[in-house]
Nanobody, 114 residues
Framework: QVQLAESGGGLVQPGGSLRLSCAASGSISSFNAMGWYRQAPGKGRELVAFITRDGSTNYANSVKGRFTISRDNAKNTVYLQMNSLKPEDTAVYYC????????WGHGTQVTVSS
């Protein structure tokens, strides 16, 4: 069983930045991949970004060039640096681990508003 704990969400103005963190209870270096998903009000959950065990990354088109996913294996933590935030980035952001089984965090709210 893997437990994931997200942090770093909050309220930010358009154009601002936030960094989300996801701390895992297991050794993330052994996980197949870790990723970030988000769910806006009234919408389905969508993939934002993921990073594989070998360090390959992939991003949703809507966040390319603005968001960066990274990890610190020593801290068993994955990060999502979010820059140039837009109101449409407002959502609950969830951390996901593919161990290969999927595990989810409880989510952290990101609100982009002036």
């Amino acid at each position: 069983q893997v437990q994931l704990a997200e942090s770093g969400g909050g309220l930010v103005q358009p154009g601002g930045s936030l960094r989300l963190s996801c701390a895992a209870s297991g050794s993330i270096s052994s996980f197949n991949a870790m990723g970030w998903y988000r769910q806006a009000p009234g919408k389905g959950r969508e993939l934002v970004a993921f990073i594989t065990r070998d360090g390959s990354t992939n991003y949703a088109n809507s966040v390319k060039g603005r968001f960066t996913i990274s990890r610190d294996n020593a801290k068993n933590t994955v990060y999502l640096q979010m820059n140039s935030l837009k109101p449409e980035d407002t959502a609950v952001y969830y951390c996901n681990a593919q161990v290969p089984s999927h595990y989810w965090g409880h989510g952290t709210q990101v609100t982009v508003s002036s």
